[in-house]
């Protein structure tokens, strides 16, 4: 698609009365594509549908590639846990499954639903800049309360056994395990993604391309959390409240602490980051005694509390499966 003007008798269906001249170059893309594809819920579903695909799937390769070459494993966070080749193909079957089960359904009815609520879709131009930022910023704290309450919830142990049990298959989370779920889990925490973009909306005008320009910043967020990584570069090492892949990896470790998904503040209210603590002062405090014994002594002593956590948590995860108690949060 080029930025040339496109068909007249097309363009006035759904640009009459747009000066296709005033529009920067990107309203220009977005106009060309509606144009193209002709009809404005085909264009939206598949144009959301493309960019998720591309968006998770291209994320995913660098992990991949990084889990490939024996030299990252000083930042990995669970050294001796290197996802397999089989174990990503099983893990990306699954997730291309709830792709096209669950995503694309949603993905495709999403036009209608958020027209209907009164959100922008196809029109132009765009929002200003600062109006998508601070709407962005309103839809990340909006999904990451929803994603607080709803995760530990999936860990009470009716819901946990039928249906979160299947994203912990893995202890040591990697990038394409990100939407590893159950369908009925991807259903729930992705109203979490797709709630505060159509709230909004009940306030104030929203415009599609801002909700799409944030669903890519969280999977970007979601892909490098599960990423089993952590880098002296990591975001979370310069926003001390973000949470970043060691927050969540050690969710997956020790089960029960660390069930927010972009920031840290709701767990250190709630008080569900209680082991996640102990666990980081007992690492600091390894790292200052192994000074005089040096890399080996230190590497034995983080083996050894990752083992400690590893056990807690799969007594932890036991005893939810085996609860009689159903409705209890774990």
């Known amino acids: ?33 509606y144009v193209w594809i002709g ?31 024996p030299y990252f494993r000083k930042w990995k966070l669970q050294p001796s846990k290197v996802p397999s080749a089989e174990e990503q193909w099983e893990c990306t ?29 196809y029109q132009v131009p765009f929002p200003t800049w600062q109006t998508m930022l601070w709407q962005i910023a309103f839809f990340m704290l909006f999904e990451d309360a929803f994603h607080f309450v709803s995760h530990r919830a999936l860990h009470i142990p009716i819901l946990y056994k039928h249906i979160h049990k299947l994203h912990h298959k893995y202890s040591a989370p990697f990038g394409l395990a990100a939407e590893y779920a159950h369908p009925a889990e991807v259903m729930i925490l992705g109203f979490g993604t797709l709630g505060g973009s159509l709230l909004l909306c009940l306030f104030t005008e929203v415009h599609f391309v801002s909700f799409w320009i944030w669903v890519i910043l969280k999977l970007f967020q979601a892909i490098d959390a599960h990423s089993g990584y952590d880098f002296p570069w990591s975001l979370q090492h310069i926003l001390p409240f973000w949470s970043g892949a060691d927050h969540h990896d050690f969710h997956h470790m ?77």
């Open 1 to 33: 698609m080029n930025s040339t003007a496109p068909a007249p008798d097309v363009y006035s269906q759904l640009y009459g009365g747009v000066d296709y001249s005033s529009l920067n170059w990107f309203e220009q893309q977005w106009v060309a594509w």
């Open 39 to 69: 009809n404005p819920v085909i264009a939206t579903g598949l144009l959301g549908f493309l960019m998720h695909e591309i968006v998770y799937f291209g994320r995913c390769i660098p992990w991949i590639i990084i889990d490939a070459i």
């Open 93 to 121: 079957k699954l997730v291309l499954w709830a792709h096209l089960t669950v995503e694309l359904p949603t993905i495709w009815l999403f036009h209608p639903i958020a027209e209907f609520i009164g959100m922008k879709t």
């Open 254 to 330: 020790a089960f029960t602490n660390n069930f927010a998904t972009s920031f840290r503040w709701w767990d250190r209210i709630c008080g569900t980051d209680d082991k996640y603590v102990a666990y980081q002062r007992r690492l600091t405090e390894a790292k200052k005694k192994a000074k005089t014994g040096g890399r080996e002594e230190l590497l034995l002593i983080e083996k050894q509390l990752l083992d400690d956590v590893l056990a807690e948590g799969f007594k932890e995860e036991a005893r939810v499966v085996n609860s009689k108690n159903s409705l209890k949060i774990e």
